[in-house]
């Protein structure tokens, strides 16, 4: 690779870290190509772009991109994972694939911003329910929280109302 090369592909990588709601790095060592294009197909499917790459250009392309922290969790052969969406996608993307092939692929870690996920984070990522269900959830619990405030809030007047019925009948009666 020539030097002009090397910095459009930093270039490039660069723009992909900045774009890229998630990152997560994998090494593939002892995947072989037939796993590595299936796991490919698997991932464009769901709008997930995956990368082999050099560790140095990655390195550079994380400092040109303001994301230093990638470097500390690229060791050894590597490709990362881009997510450009809901960030629980291509952690639960990778995770499945590994478990339902059984394969060698191992995650190094992920990048989220700034914050640095280890291993364990992005599996526990990968649980999460899908973001419009944690959204519902929410919704639910404060629909919950506002119900109960107006109930309270209608006791009060309910009770003034009992009281007033109750009187008139007792001036009616009498």
């Known amino acids: 690779m020539h030097l002009e ?27 072989t190509v037939a796993e590595m294009t299936e796991l490919r197909r698997k991932l464009r499917q769901q709008e997930i772009e995956y990368r082999v790459i050099k560790n140095t250009l990655a390195g550079f392309a994380a400092e040109q991109a303001g994301k230093e922290g990638l470097s500390s969790i690229i060791e050894g052969p590597t490709a990362l994972a881009f997510g450009y969406g809901d960030m629980v996608v291509p952690a639960r993307a990778l995770t499945d694939y590994i478990r339902s092939a059984k394969s060698q692929l191992r995650i190094n870690g992920g990048l989220v911003e700034q914050r640095v996920l280890s291993a364990a984070e992005v599996a526990t990522l990968a649980t999460l329910p899908p973001k419009e269900v944690l959204i519902a959830r929410l919704l639910i619990g404060m629909q919950g929280s506002i119900l109960g405030l107006v109930n309270v809030l209608n006791a009060n007047l309910t009770g003034l109302i009992n009281v007033l019925v109750a009187r008139r009948n007792q001036l009616e009666g009498g």
């Open 5 to 31: 090369e090397k910095k459009q592909a930093v270039s490039e990588l660069a723009e992909k870290l900045e774009r890229s709601s998630i990152v997560i790095t994998t090494s593939y060592r002892g995947i």
